[in-house]
């Protein structure tokens, strides 16, 4: 094994210091004097026609600065990561409750506020569409011209799963169907922005993540070079997929634009939840065949999600739904088909786990019943399905990065809590006297990176400053996963340096390159990569100048740990510091580029499909079932993931320990409810987060794998462990009190009419 | 959010304030209620008036077997006082449960009385304290059993030139017993969606009294008078409790809504009454 | 309406301030103190990033009135620190990596910050329960849990 100093360590991160003193400024920070304060008019109306709109009122109110509708609009009136059909400002229709009609500038809040009461709209209500089986109708009014179906997608099935299920032993068919989740974010979105006209620059600051897609897509509504806005979107309190779209930027831009002052615009609580992507709500159709020697022979999935009135990016979330419905399982024959339907529901997006929470708490349940049927230990039985590196997948392409699937699962099975896992459950059911406790265990796999034929990049840049500071330029944003700090540790490491010296420039198309979008769990993976390949740019460049300071040929020099010494004298060496000097006064900065691209699969389904590298995850959660109020608490969990190489122990267990709480959140408790395309739950008393005393005590068991086409081994993590925390949790409670679930949330009333259903079979 | 702020100088200005008869006027105790029904735009007062520096509505007293809580103590002091712990368990059960930290050293008794919502949870265990509410305005004070004071959902007798002054009640003595338990959609920061409290007398093991009362199962708090009829005389056995729980559903009429249903409701505050009754027996 | 004047104590700091008389504190310390380590995230009480400490005590800022703080002590993220020395409990939390987006944080540390003011011995269970009315929606509050207990052992020993 290398020994590192800062790889695969506990590594405080490099921007607490200014957490925890609030010195950190997030977009929603920003104030100044002048600053306009700015709202936007939200339909009234899930579905209708727009009749007439009037802003004349509002605008002559004293105190306002701008009214804008679509007629403002200078370029494309759209956004979407993949089809910009989402209107910045609805035209002629809404199509659910979120979507924006007008917006106001205004002296302070309680003018636009005001100004807001006074745009005048008149609606033609059209039939609501709450569901894909209602919009699928052959009746249904269409949502959007070409139709109610935003996508869909089957993959090029694997051998014949017909003939694969009719040549089972055992078959079972089931359908389970999950809410919409919020991000729910403490920071909801936000921002400022300022046009500066003799540059002609509009500078946007808001929480994002890809600035750099924000800018192309602020640049197409305003008809702007793209090169004249600069957009700032790191850091953010937390956006978790929910702030890769757009929200706040272009309405902010096009109202700098027009006021030629500081604008603010900051989502309520309440705007975050209507207007704002949700995980989507799907329904999951599972046949799975098997063998009576315990190996799974085929496996058929359909998946029908509800996409909510726009596009942004639900095609790609469909599609990873099917690709992590078979989890990381062997089936010699599979089919896997999908479609994204169009309401005026909630709307879907990008969500941690996307598309894969939904059928993961399907698939996983599925396994434990088929284990079931065969009394084999959950573990053994995933352990005899699970593949290996060089394996065909389900889908059909070659597992060729590493697979440690099987590792997590033997980890798992070593645990005090799954070995002892009887006597634990004996202890506890003796002390307690209204409970009933189960141990559950559920596993998966998680795309890392944007798929196949999607540009999947990173730039980075290096630069090393007089006085020894080096300067790390990313267009990542730190959104809260800890990605800065391990950048640096990844640069220290490469270069020799100390951490301390290393800064980060992140996240502004003005300072920092492309580096690609920091989701899909492939940050670590592909800026380390980039940054890996810009040390070794840097490297012979350090020796050039060092062999210009000695007057000596280069060839004399090597570079190790932070300097350049002679080959033949050791003792006598250049620190990064005095590089830097020489460099500076001969007048040549020391700035290198680094660049990566992901790998590909041996096979390409289109759109994305399939992916090269995944994350593996096992987890395991003990809970505790009150048999009188149905309450279901969790007591613990345990994430063993296999991400290759743990880049910072503690942002490893920190991704773990979030992502579990936001799963179990999922499991238990999270809704947003829509009825009639109404919102039911509109803030923090209604949406039902986990609090401190609601938590589980947390372990996390890092399998590490080395990968060898990550920047040291590493994979990535963020999304995995959010996922089948939600099946190991309902699997626990199986083993607990015998029941089992097929629609999320799992509320104590719905424990407690599955139990008194269950009596009720027992007692017939 | 746009008001005028005042701030009452002593009880006599807030009653000559109250007299005037202003309509726009709120009164602003906590304000963890007053001012997230602003900022939902429930209302939209004119003026708010800060009754928080009125010393006559302040402290926790016992005298002569009774104990006063002035309407601006807050769910905190009463989750940590000492005395209410010894005299008055029920009530420093609910308090302690009530929202969180932040909100329990804000939000006052008197500010949960006159909000009457059937889930605020001090008023069950003010329901099973047998407590007294008094009202002053400036023409004189009415004394008004808890059980008069709310009319429906969010309703309650308090005129609009009435301050809630105080709250009394008979502190428990040693054979009394008592307790308030409450369901939520989680651990803290969560409303009720059914909440019990009882008191009772017990003696020998035998039930001499009992109060109980439901919160979140009506449009106010109700009693449960069949099981508390049930209950007295008899010893708190196993097949007694089930009885009691059982009747005690019955008579919980709760409706469906955002947090629970209906049915679960009923069936939940029989249970929280078992549950209490099982750690006395 | 027009703006009144009020008068505190902040951060050790006597302060003197015009405000809107409908301003949370919230909005006064961001707005016209400049101190926006107080952060926003539902303006309801039912979120705890807002926290500050009101004579010691930790209260929602956006659930105050700015009026209402008059003559009053108020203690914010950004008046814990000695100068660059940090107090235990910011310590611990960038030791024990209780810090992901950070959004959290300051009112998570004022609500720890009160509670080890008046209980240096904590249970775990105390803990949990002093932090209840603060969500964090990047953590799941394990490492801030752990930091916390190590502030406490801290504090004690000194
Ligand atoms: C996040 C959150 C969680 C909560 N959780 C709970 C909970 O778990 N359980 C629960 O019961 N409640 C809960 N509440 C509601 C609230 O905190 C309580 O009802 C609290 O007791 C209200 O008191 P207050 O002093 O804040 O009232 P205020 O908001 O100041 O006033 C409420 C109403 O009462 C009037 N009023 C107040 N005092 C007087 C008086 N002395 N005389 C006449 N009128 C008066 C006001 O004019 C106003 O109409 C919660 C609130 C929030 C924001
Ligand atoms: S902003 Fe004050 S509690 Fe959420
Ligand atoms: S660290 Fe992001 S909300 Fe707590």
Redesign the interface.
């Known amino acids: 094994m290398t020994s590192y100093r800062y790889i695969g360590r506990?590594v405080?991160?490099i921007?607490?210091?200014?957490?925890?003193?609030?010195?950190?400024?997030?977009s929603?920070?920003r104030?100044s004097e002048n600053m306009l304060r700015a709202r936007v008019l939200r339909s009234s109306l899930p579905h209708a026609k727009i009749i007439r709109l009037d802003v004349s009122r509002a605008r002559e109110l004293p105190g306002v600065e701008a009214v804008l509708t679509h007629e403002d609009i200078p370029g494309h009136n759209g956004f979407g990561i993949v089809t910009p059909n989402w209107p910045v400002l609805c035209v002629d229709r809404v199509r659910y409750r979120g979507d924006a009609l007008a917006l106001v500038a205004a002296r302070d809040e309680?003018t636009a506020e005001e100004a807001l009461s006074l745009i005048e709209v008149e609606y033609e209500p059209l039939p609501i569409i709450e569901t894909p089986e209602e919009a699928l109708r052959e009746d249904a009014p269409l949502i959007h011209e070409g139709g109610n179906i935003q996508h869909s997608m089957d993959i090029p099935p694997k051998g014949d799963v017909e003939k694969g299920l009719a040549e089972s032993d055992i078959v079972i068919e089931e359908t389970y169907s999950t809410q919409f989740m919020e991000?729910?974010?403490?920071?909801?979105e936000g921002g400022v922005a300022i046009y500066d006209e003799e540059e002609g620059v509009i500078t946007v600051w808001c929480g994002d993540q890809y600035a750099f897609r924000d800018q192309l897509q602020i640049a197409r509504s305003l008809d702007w070079d793209p090169l004249k806005i600069r957009v700032i979107g790191s850091?953010?309190?937390?956006?978790?997929g929910g702030k890769d779209e757009i929200s706040v930027q272009i309405h902010l831009a096009l109202l700098a634009y027009y006021t030629k002052k500081p604008v603010r615009l900051?989502w309520?609580?309440e705007e975050s939840i209507v207007a704002g992507p949700k995980r989507h709500a799907m329904k999951t159709t599972f046949r799975i065949g098997m063998g009576n020697d315990g190996k799974l022979k085929a496996i058929d999935v359909k998946v029908v999600a509800n996409t909510g009135a726009y596009d942004t990016i639900a095609g790609p979330v469909l599609n990873l739904s099917l690709e992590s419905s078979p989890g990381p399982y062997k089936y010699p024959q599979s089919r896997f088909r999908g479609i994204s339907v169009y309401t005026n529901n909630a709307m879907g997006g990008e969500f941690r786990g996307f598309g894969a929470a939904q059928v993961v708490f399907g698939l996983e349940q599925e396994l434990d019943k088929l284990a079931e049927r065969l009394g084999m230990d959950p573990i053994e039985f995933r352990l005899l399905n699970a593949v290996e590196e060089g394996d065909i997948s389900a889908l059909g392409h070659r597992l060729q990065t590493s697979v440690g699937i099987k590792e997590t699962l033997e980890a798992a099975r070593k645990t005090d809590l799954w070995r002892d896992r009887e006597k634990i459950k004996r202890d506890l059911n003796a002390a307690a006297r209204?409970k009933k406790f189960g141990v559950g265990v559920a596993s998966e796999w998680h795309a890392v990176g944007l798929g196949v034929g999607l540009p999947d990049f990173s730039n980075i840049i290096v630069e090393i400053h007089e006085g020894g500071e080096i300067i790390l330029r990313t267009g990542a944003i730190?959104?809260?996963?800890?990605n800065l700090t391990a950048y640096a540790q990844m640069l220290a490491e490469a270069l020799g340096c100390d951490i301390e010296k290393i800064k980060v420039i992140h996240g502004d198309t003005f300072e920092s390159p492309d580096s690609g979008t920091v989701t899909a769990s492939r940050s670590i993976l592909i800026n380390g990569n980039a940054i890996l390949d810009a040390v070794k740019t840097l490297q012979p460049k350090l020796i050039e100048i060092a062999a210009d300071k000695f007057g000596i040929p280069g060839d004399e020099l090597e570079y190790s740990d932070g300097r350049v010494s002679f080959r033949s004298d050791p003792d006598r060496t250049l620190t990064l510091a005095e590089l830097a000097d020489h460099a500076g006064s001969s007048g040549v900065p020391i700035k290198v580029t680094g660049t990566a691209v992901f790998a590909t699969s041996d096979k390409d389904f289109g759109d994305g499909l399939p992916h090269n590298y995944y994350t593996y995850i096992t987890q395991i959660a003990l809970v505790g079932v009150d048999t009188?109020?149905?309450?279901v608490e969790v007591l613990k969990v345990i994430s063993l993931p296999e991400m290759g190489k743990a880049i910072n122990v503690?942002?490893v267990?920190?991704q773990?320990?979030?992502?579990?709480?936001?799963g179990q959140g999922y499991t238990l408790?999270e809704n947003v409810?829509v009825e009639k395309g109404e919102f039911?739950?509109t803030?923090?008393?209604?949406y039902?987060?986990?609090?401190?005393?609601?938590?589980p005590?947390?372990e996390t068991v890092i399998v590490e794998k080395f990968e060898k086409s990550g920047p040291f081994g590493a994979k990535g993590v963020g999304e995995a462990p959010t996922v089948p925390v939600t099946p190991a949790i309902v699997n626990a409670i199986y083993d607990a009190v015998r029941v089992r679930f097929k629609k999320l949330p799992i509320t104590?009333?719905a424990v407690?009419e599955k139990m008194r259903d269950l009596a009720g079979t027992e007692e017939r | 959010m746009k008001f005028n702020y005042r701030r009452a100088g002593s009880l006599k200005e807030a009653l000559e304030i109250l007299s005037e008869g202003d309509e726009s006027l709120k009164i602003l105790a906590g304000g963890t209620d007053l001012l997230v029904m602003i900022q939902d735009k429930l209302i939209s007062p004119g003026v708010l008036l800060d009754i928080n520096g009125l010393e006559e509505l302040k402290g926790i007293e016992e005298s002569n077997g009774r104990i006063r809580l002035g309407a601006l103590v807050s769910h905190g002091q009463i989750a940590a006082d000492k005395l209410l712990r010894e005299k008055a368990l029920p009530l420093v059960e609910s308090c302690g449960e009530v929202g969180s930290p932040q909100i329990r050293n804000r939000g006052t008794i008197g500010g949960n009385l006159v909000m009457a919502s059937p889930s605020g949870d001090s008023i069950p265990a003010l329901y099973v304290l047998g407590a007294e509410v008094s009202l002053k305005s400036r023409d004189g004070e009415r004394v008004i059993p808890i059980e008069d004071f709310f009319t429906g959902v969010k309703k309650c007798v308090i005129r609009p030139d009435e301050l809630l002054i105080s709250i009394t009640f008979p502190a428990l003595g040693p054979d009394d017993r008592g307790f308030f338990k409450k369901l939520g959609q989680r651990k803290a920061l969560a409303i009720s969606k059914v909440s019990t409290a009882a008191v009772l007398t017990l003696r020998a093991g035998v039930v001499v009294s009992i109060r109980i009362a439901l919160g979140a199962v009506g449009t106010t708090v109700l009693r449960a008078p069949r099981t508390e009829a049930f209950l007295t005389g008899k010893s708190l056995a196993p097949e007694v409790i089930t009885e009691a729980a059982r009747l005690c559903a019955e008579e919980s009429r709760a409706i469906t809504d955002i947090r629970s249903t209906g049915a679960y409701r009923d069936e939940m505050a029989g249970l929280l009454l078992a549950r209490g009754l099982e750690k006395l027996a | 309406m027009e703006e009144i004047t009020v008068q505190f104590m902040l951060n050790g700091k006597a302060v003197r301030v015009e405000t809107p008389p409908a301003f949370t504190l919230l909005r006064l310390l961001r707005e016209r103190l400049g101190l926006t380590g107080t952060k926003p995230g539902c303006e309801r009480g039912e979120c705890g990033a807002c926290t500050v400490l009101l004579d010691g005590e930790p209260v929602n800022s956006c659930l105050i009135l700015a009026p209402q703080v008059e003559g009053r002590e108020v203690l914010t993220i950004e008046g814990l620190a000695d100068g660059d020395k940090l107090n235990p409990i910011q310590e611990a939390f960038i030791e024990k990596s209780a810090v992901q987006c950070g959004y959290c944080i300051p009112g998570m540390i004022m609500s720890a910050t009160a509670l080890l003011d008046t209980n240096p011995e904590p249970s775990r269970d105390e803990i949990k329960t002093a932090i209840s009315g603060n969500l964090c929606r990047c953590t799941g509050y394990t490492k801030i849990i752990r930091a916390i207990e190590v502030a406490a052992e801290r504090i004690r020993k000194r």
């Open positions: 506990r405080p991160r921007d607490a210091r200014d957490k925890v003193t609030g010195r950190t400024v997030y929603t920070d104030y309680e991000h729910a974010y403490l920071e909801t850091p953010t309190g937390g956006a978790f900051h309520s609580r209204y730190e959104i809260g996963q800890g009188g109020t149905g309450e503690d942002g267990e920190g773990c320990e979030g992502a579990v709480v936001m408790y409810v039911k739950t803030g923090f008393a209604t039902i987060l986990p609090t401190a005393l609601d938590v005590e947390q104590p009333e407690l």
